[in-house]
């Protein structure tokens, strides 16, 4: 990769991750550290970051972080039920012996992940199947598309295991990704489809304890809790 690619992809984990909070400011030189490069390929990562809704740019102070808006990110998962099973369906026509090839190993790899409550090594995995079956489906328009609803969505579910989650849920999650991929390489379109459905069913339901029990100020830093430090999850 460039070394605008590596920053842009150092940056997309830190906020997937949530170790750049939701609605934090920092300055140039301040993301600059947190990934190791220079001001060239960390402002043409802000550039396609800010072009992807995720990094606001705010004229002579920095950056920031986009605030988490349930509201939106709950209508933008319905745009993205709809292109995911477009891509599902594009995938299984064009995906070469390559390609078929490394989505054999990525479902291993998944089958082998060990039961946790930490969801960083399912979100490794998981995108790197989003990268392959936009490789298959050879349409830039859905890459362009798609990659930032699937930050907006890693970062979504990170947030939701770290205070509402357990073993269980990631468990869940990782069998439909495996399902999901078996019926894709096996051609079989309509279990494909209706993998995606269930999986876009399972980000749906986050939402509401998301929206009920969480201290608003995981969504944007910029709130100040209603409690210190309160959280009430169950």
């Known amino acids: 990769m460039s070394q605008g690619e590596q920053a842009y992809e150092r940056i997309e984990s830190l906020i997937a991750h949530m170790e750049l909070k939701p609605g934090e400011s920092m300055t140039m030189a301040d993301l600059q550290e947190r990934v190791a490069l220079g001001r060239t390929p960390v402002l043409e990562a802000i550039r396609k970051l800010s072009d992807d809704t995720l990094l606001e740019v705010r004229a002579g102070r920095g950056v920031r972080v986009t605030p ?15 292109i995911e099973c477009f891509v599902v369906e594009l995938a299984i026509d064009n995906a070469s012996g390559l390609v078929r090839n490394q989505l054999h190993h990525l479902a291993r790899m998944l089958r082998e992940l060990k039961a946790s409550t930490d969801i960083r ?30 930050t907006t969505f890693r970062r979504l579910g990170y947030l939701y295991q770290s205070h509402f989650g357990n073993e269980r849920t990631v468990h869940d ?27 876009m069913d399972f980000m749906e339901e986050m939402f509401a304890p998301l929206e009920r029990d969480l201290e608003p100020s995981y969504l944007d830093v910029g709130i100040k809790p209603l409690e210190e430090g309160a959280c009430f999850s169950s």
């Open 121 to 150: 090594p399912f979100n490794e995995l998981d995108k790197r199947m989003d990268q392959l079956l936009l490789e298959a489906a050879d349409e830039p328009f859905l890459e362009r598309t798609l990659r930032p609803l699937h």
């Open 68 to 82: 988490i808006d349930l509201h939106r990110e709950r209508r933008l998962l319905r745009i993205r039920r709809d």
């Open 173 to 199: 999650n990782v069998q439909m990704h495996v399902d999901m991929l078996d019926a894709i390489i096996e051609h079989d379109t309509a279990t494909a489809l209706r993998s995606t459905h269930l999986l």
